[in-house]
Structure formats: C-alpha cells, structure tokens
C-alpha cells in the first residue's frame, strides 16, 4: 500500500535532486528496504508521506555526498542559482565570475541548508513544498532561505574583495 500511494511521489523528488533516473530508483529502493528500521523513529507527528519526503531527501543528500556529485549538479544549474543568491540585477553576465567560488560559498553552507537552497531555487520548489519535506514553519524554511543566500553573497564578495 505505501509503495503504491508514495513511490512516484518519491521516485520523482529522488530524480529531481539526482537528474539520474537509475541513482532515484535506487534510492526509491533504499528507502523502502529501510522503512522496516525507520518506522521506529516514526512519532506521527507529521503526515506520512512528509516523513516518506524527508527520508528521501535525506538518503539523497547522502547519496551525492558519497558520490561528490553535488557540484557537477549544481553546475548544470548553475545560472538559476546565481540569479537566485546573488540577485538577477547583480548577477554576472560576463565570463568574469568564477562558479568555484559560487561552489566554495555553497559548501560552507550546512547540508541541510544547502539542499534546501538546492531545493528551492535549481528544482524549483516552493516555501510550503520544502516546509512539509523538512517538517519546518514556512517562515522558518523562509528565514534559513534568506540567510543562506546572504551568507553566500558575503562569501563571494569577502572573497572577491581579498582576491
């Protein structure tokens, strides 16, 4: 029955953090194989289908984390994130920014943080999406949004300014 209601669901949020259909499919699996262990930590405090979503982010975020494949993601989507943390106006247009210091400001982000940032702005989820996939107030999720993108803009710019 949970196979039938929430494995699309989950396989097409694995896909779109993974933009690898084989790498969601194995998670999709992973996540099923580990509900049995999982289920413990279960206190039904939230639908299940958001903690159905929140262990599939999770197992993804390890996954790329194990894999490195992070930055190579982030890189295909790279315009919509700059646009995104440093704002369309200030965004560079030229071959004059360095997407490994855009990468470098990512990384020093915690995890959660980051892939929520990654959530939000390269697969394009919304505020109330991320709040029931991380269990959060829509303000909270909002505020951890905004901070993570001035921290990034600060980094970028401390570190142009030293450059």
């Known amino acids: 029955m949970l196979w039938r209601e929430h494995s699309t669901k989950m396989l097409n949020l694995a896909f779109r953090m993974l933009k690898d259909r084989d790498r969601a499919e194995d998670i999709l699996m992973d996540v099923f194989v580990g509900i049995p262990d999982a289920i413990r930590a279960f206190r039904g405090q939230s639908a299940l289908g958001t903690w159905l979503y929140r262990l599939t982010v999770n197992a993804c975020l390890m ?19 700059v646009e995104e943390t440093l704002g369309k106006q200030e965004a560079p247009r030229n071959n004059q920014f360095d997407p490994e210091l855009l990468q470098l400001g990512l990384n020093a982000l915690p995890a959660e943080t980051r892939g ?9 989820l919304d505020v109330k999406d991320l709040a029931e996939i991380y269990g959060m107030p829509d303000g909270t999720i909002k505020a951890r949004l905004s901070r993570a993108r001035h921290f990034v803009k600060d980094y970028i710019t401390e570190k142009l300014k030293n450059a």
């Open 63 to 81: 996954k790329l984390r194990a894999e490195k494949r992070h930055g190579e993601l982030e890189e295909l989507n790279l315009d919509t994130i």
């Open 116 to 124: 929520m940032l990654w959530l939000k702005d390269a697969e394009d």
